[in-house]
């Protein structure tokens, strides 16, 4: 997973170019001495100062230390550095690994802009955190790359590498490859001890006027970054979403004026208590209906939320991830699988219409209709309230869907 020799060197120090002591005695900020590119160096020949069977220190002639954690899937990489015989203190490090030309790349993180590219491939991104913040790229063979940072975090995504750059508090780095997404997912969720107990979720956020479409890139951007549990508020057109979702998520307009924000519902609350919190001071059918919709799905909750605490599967992926041959699929950033058997394509207008979409090669049935389809392009009436869904017709959850459809036909 990771080469490095001096002839072709692979991990790289960041020193601080000299006059950076006198820039701070003489007043400069920190933030303009962070703006000054670093100097690089590649890093030498190493010594081995501990090898055990599933971890190594390498220790570098620049006051640089390596500490290796290893297993069959995943390698983690922990840099510590003292003052070199210049007394210059590492600032920065950056690592660099092949890359496969024909790959795509999906993620960033919370902290990245998903709202310009699905596809990360031959990208260039810069984030930023003054507090501790991960990112994650994750690839459609299963291989995957994460930094932990404060600072300046830098990705290069050329053809045939990937270059990360931490310009600020040195990272941890891990990376992972598996022969599949879904076991990608899992060690994934092992690195980062989030899977195998309780899910902790994360609330996607919205802004005034972003489109549907833009969202739902942030949503499948946080899910390829390792994020397991995503709530989506059930405001407007996001309603649609949220009822075909792991939490339900109610802004009370009272509260937000007095500064408490937002209510979540999750799968724990019953129908009674969740149809009533989404009619209290609403006159919107189509939230009434998409809470009563996510309310009826209680068992399906609880099943694909077992299957992030037990395997590290996220609950809201990209159906590519569960059709990985599937190439095309791959592309898209219009629709998401809720856990393995519900496929949801959003409406990304106010008004209906026809809805095209890519089922994946399954046998598949119309939420609304109870139409069967096979794999391929499918075109569908949507309209808000009753958005482009399918489920599995081999799911262990099919008789609970059709009740559902017929329940929520009458409302």
């Excluded at 190594?56 to 290796?68: C, E, H, P």
């Excluded at 496929?343 to 026809?354: E, K, R």
Aim: proline share 6%.
């Amino acid at each position: 997973m990771l080469r490095h020799a001096s002839a072709s060197p692979a991990l790289y120090a960041g020193m601080s170019k000299p006059g950076t002591a006198k820039a701070k005695s003489e007043g400069l900020s920190d933030a303009a001495i962070a703006a000054n590119p670093l100097k690089w160096k590649a890093l030498g020949a190493c010594t081995v100062a501990n090898e055990g069977a599933d971890s190594s220190v390498l220790r570098f002639d620049d006051g640089l230390s390596l500490k290796l954690e290893y297993s069959s899937q995943v390698l983690r990489l922990f840099i510590s550095s003292a003052p070199n015989s210049a007394g210059q203190t590492l600032q920065g490090f950056r690592l660099q690994v092949n890359a496969d030309p024909h790959e795509k790349l999906y993620g960033l993180g919370p902290c990245g802009d998903s709202s310009v590219h699905h596809d990360v491939k031959k990208t260039k991104a810069t984030l930023r955190s003054s507090l501790p913040a991960v990112s994650t790229v994750f690839a459609n063979s299963g291989a995957w790359l994460r930094a932990w940072f404060s600072g300046q975090l830098s990705w290069h995504f050329d053809a045939g590498k990937t270059v990360v750059e931490v310009n600020g508090v040195l990272p941890e780095l891990a990376m992972g490859f598996s022969p599949s997404p879904l076991e990608g997912f899992s060690a994934l969720a092992g690195c980062s001890n989030q899977g195998g107990g309780e899910a902790v979720p994360l609330i996607l956020e919205t802004a005034d006027g972003e489109s549907v479409q833009v969202l739902l890139r942030k949503l499948l951007s946080l899910s390829f970054s390792g994020e397991g549990v995503i709530g989506i508020p059930a405001k407007g057109a996001l309603a649609d979403m949220a009822a075909f979702s792991p939490l339900f998520i109610l802004e009370n307009r009272a509260q937000s004026e007095a500064g408490s924000g937002r209510k979540v519902l999750d799968f724990g609350a019953d129908s009674a208590e969740l149809a009533a919190a989404a009619s209290k001071g609403s006159t919107s059918r189509q939230l009434q209906r998409a809470a009563t919709i996510f309310s009826s799905l209680k068992p399906y909750h609880e099943y694909c939320r077992q299957r992030w605490e037990v395997w590290g599967w996220p609950t809201i992926v990209q159906p590519a991830v569960y059709y990985p041959a599937d190439e095309l699929l791959w592309d898209r950033d219009d629709e998401y699988l809720y856990g393995p058997d519900l496929l949801v394509a959003p409406l990304d207008a106010s008004q209906g219409g026809p809805r095209q979409l890519l089922l994946p090669d399954d046998e598949w049935i119309h939420f609304w209709t109870s139409r069967r389809y096979g794999g391929g392009v499918a075109v569908v009436d949507a309209q808000p309230g009753r958005p482009a869904v399918f489920y599995r017709g081999k799911s262990e959850f099919a008789r609970l869907f059709d009740t559902i459809r017929q329940m929520a036909t009458r409302l």
